[in-house]
């Protein structure tokens, strides 16, 4: 089955600067990537996804890139803010967004203010 | 619109005991998932179900776990009889279906079961 690496585990910086979360996945059929923040005591709550059809995506902050080829997408979130503290998880699925999202284990991302 | 509800929130049971979750999802969800998160873990699927029948319960360990979904609504999550490896948050997702296959999983806050 679908295997997802997430690297790091652990994440801290300043506010202000730039994160950056990376992901790989085992099965060159995944179709959907997505990214989900959770807070504590909540359930995760989607960020930003990409299809495979698509390089790169932007939604103000936050930007997602995937490399088919190499089977990988990253997770970057410029100017952060105290408020982007949170675990993020990196999902695939190869039946869209309808179908068994095989998560990461995580990163924590701290941001100090 | 009122989110994914899940009740109880927190559960503490003795091993071998049996224990049920709920989950209402989102009105006009046709789709309803069960993860099950261990601490320090992704969430992982247990069980899918369209409307009332199973699309994919490949991952739920069924000599112990079952769940329904009667009349395509609520869904009920059981273990029976728990282990001390069952604990975990059990988070229920649900999602509208279309034929266009990127429809948004919505999560509820889950139930943070822990057997003693």
């Known amino acids: 089955g679908e295997n997802v690496e997430q690297h790091p585990s652990t994440l801290s910086v300043q506010e202000g600067d730039s994160a950056v979360i990376k992901c790989t996945y085992s099965?060159?059929?995944?179709?959907?990537f997505p990214w989900y923040k959770q807070e504590l005591g909540k359930g995760p709550q989607l960020i930003i996804d990409i299809r495979s059809n698509v390089g790169e995506k932007k939604d103000q902050r936050i930007a997602v890139t995937l490399n088919k080829t190499a089977k990988h997408f990253s997770l970057h979130i410029t100017e952060t803010q105290p408020e982007d503290s949170a675990v993020y998880f990196c999902a695939a699925s190869t039946r869209g967004s309808q179908g068994n999202l095989n998560f990461g284990k995580g990163t924590k991302l701290s941001v100090k203010p | 619109e009122a989110g994914v509800a899940q009740s109880p929130r927190y559960k503490i049971i003795e091993k071998r005991q049996s224990v049920a979750f709920w989950c209402n999802p989102i009105s006009g969800h046709a789709t309803l998932y069960w993860y099950q998160q261990i601490l320090g873990q992704g969430p992982k699927l247990l069980i899918q179900f369209q409307n009332n029948g199973v699309v994919d319960d490949s991952q739920l360990p069924k000599d112990r776990f079952s769940a329904e979904r009667l009349k395509g609504v609520d869904s009920t999550l059981k273990i029976q009889p728990a282990k001390l490896e069952d604990s975990a948050v059990y988070l229920c997702?649900?999602?509208?279906?279309?034929?266009?296959?990127?429809?948004?999983?919505?999560f509820g806050p889950g139930t943070r079961l822990t057997v003693l």
């Open positions: 099965d060159s059929a995944s179709n959907y």
């Open positions: 997702a649900s999602s509208t279906w279309t034929r266009r296959t990127y429809n948004e999983q919505f």
